[in-house]
């Protein structure tokens, strides 16, 4: 799903990705991330909103125990011990919402609560967008990624638009 639009200074496009959820269950989430680790082939990030990239894939740490990974292509089988957490697919749910160019940080004020000054790159939070729970990541200093309900992508972008429009 690709649907691009260039408005206010910025570009919005729509693409389907895979997201792969990770959670450990409590008192088991130091084994479980020393699993995790060895099948990632590197380190989970630490903090909750940080990121870690891991060849094509990029590992989110959503909540203390959660982790999203979001693949290029299909997400990878990571088969987990029941005792320690498991792995859920979410990619058939979610959209990849990117948006892009020097009138985001304007446009997203309009949308969003966050403070994309103390954002750093990389950097992921957990928000809001027309009373939606979003998942926005910093990309870089124009550009940002919302991980939306697929059910009301199509809803979020047009409230996208309008806020962009809203400051021509």
Not at 66 to 78: A, E, S, T, V
Not at 116 to 129: H, N
Not at 133 to 145: A, I, M, N, Q
């Amino acid at each position: 799903m690709a649907d691009g639009s260039n408005m206010a200074g910025f570009e919005m496009a729509a693409y389907d990705c895979s997201i792969l959820q990770l959670e450990g269950w409590d008192g088991a989430m130091a084994q479980f991330e020393v699993v995790l680790n060895r099948i990632l082939g590197g380190s989970l990030p630490n903090k909750v909103g940080d990121t870690a990239r891991h060849d094509e894939w990029l590992v989110i740490r959503i909540a203390p125990r959660r982790f999203w990974l979001l693949c290029d292509g299909p997400p990878p089988i990571i088969d987990v011990d029941a005792e320690r957490g498991c792995a859920l697919p979410l990619g058939e749910g979610r959209v990849r919402v990117r948006l892009s160019g020097r009138g985001l940080k304007q446009v997203l004020e309009r949308c969003v609560a966050a403070d994309w000054e103390t954002l750093g790159d990389g950097r992921a939070v957990q928000t809001g967008l027309d009373r939606v729970p979003v998942l926005l990541l910093r990309k870089s200093g124009f550009e940002c990624d919302l991980l939306v309900p697929r059910s009301l992508s199509q809803g979020l972008m047009e409230w996208i638009a309008d806020a962009s429009a809203a400051g021509t």
